[in-house]
């Protein structure tokens, strides 16, 4: 890559300024001896619990194992349905099959990405057990409409919250609001970590105390076990180097939100019709912009000329979940979820990493309205 490309994404960069005190923070974690869970953990566990407002926080492994330490905690297997978006990283709906139960697709809004909470009733069945809507590039969806079909129907909630920490709704938090919180750490998430890590977060200590218990195996005390669980456990090294980012989080996600607000500036001032661009939609404040995702109907032919000038952008998410291929079974046709169909052909991330710069974002303004001025 030559020094004017322009990446999705700079973890090196990022990382820089921390070198120091992440290497020393490593070598204390090397000559403990203690790698398994113990203090660093404990310690990230609190502190991460604090920055998102919750009351719990239990490490896992990955955000996917996250949502599969979730379902397991619920009880969730064969014969359950479970209410999701086919919009989503594969995980989503991927933990869902691996606990055996089927995922139920509800479609999404045009707008937000997110799912549409005024359809999650129509899916409901007596074979629902819960619902596991996705805050989709760090916007949280509706969780009051969410909350109250949850209340009404008596399911819970399991928020996939894997790329929205410290995201706020109008009814709080993310990742308190429902039974568990979803959290992932993998390396692109705005808190990276240096490999595999994940959260579940929680509002009652029961919920936690499962987690914590089918972390390890399910056994309690040790070597005796009432429930099968597997090894979840967040890496001591990994919670370690977490603690020396987090700090960094909240200025990290101002940037991003500056960053956001350029872009939709000046996308507005470009006075493109709505087929050719389209913004994405805030709902509030409390947005914290893994990703910065516009519409276009020419996409593939927007990512082609942005390549050329040597930007970086991705395509999130080309398939929707309910026509990947080891979905077929569920019988989902084309046109089955119409919104989630057209966006998978017209959503395109652009870079919005902290640290982007006012230099690079100008360029790829530019070459964004540039070209697309261009095809009217
Ligand atoms: C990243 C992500 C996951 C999975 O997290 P991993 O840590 O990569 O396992 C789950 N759901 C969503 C929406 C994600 O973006």
Redesign the pocket.
Known sequence: MSDDAIPMLDVAAQNEPLTERLIEKAAEVIRSGRFILGAEVEAFESEVADYIGVEHAVGV???????LVALMALGIGPGDEVITTPF?????AG?IARVGATPVFVDIEPGTFNIDAHRVAGAITDRTRAIVP???FGQACDMEALLAVSKKHDLPIIE????AIGTQSPVGAVGSLGAYG?????P??NLGGFG???LVTTTEGSLAEKVRVLRAHGGKPKYHHAVIGGNFRLDALQAALLRVKLPELRGWTEDRRRNAERYDAAFASAGLPDDLLRTPSRRLEGHIY?QYVIRTSRRDDLQAHLRAQQIATAI?YPVPLHRQECFAYLGYEQGALPESERASAEALALPIFAGLGEGRQERIIEAVVGFLSGLQ
């Not at 492994?61 to 949502?67: C, I, P, R, V």
């Not at 989503?88 to 989503?92: E, I, L, R």
């Open positions: 492994s990955s955000g996917t194992d996250a949502l989503s990283f594969f995980a989503t933990c996705v805050h989709l996939d919250a894997a790329q979803c959290f992932s750490f993998f692109s998430k595999d890590a994940g893994n999130y």
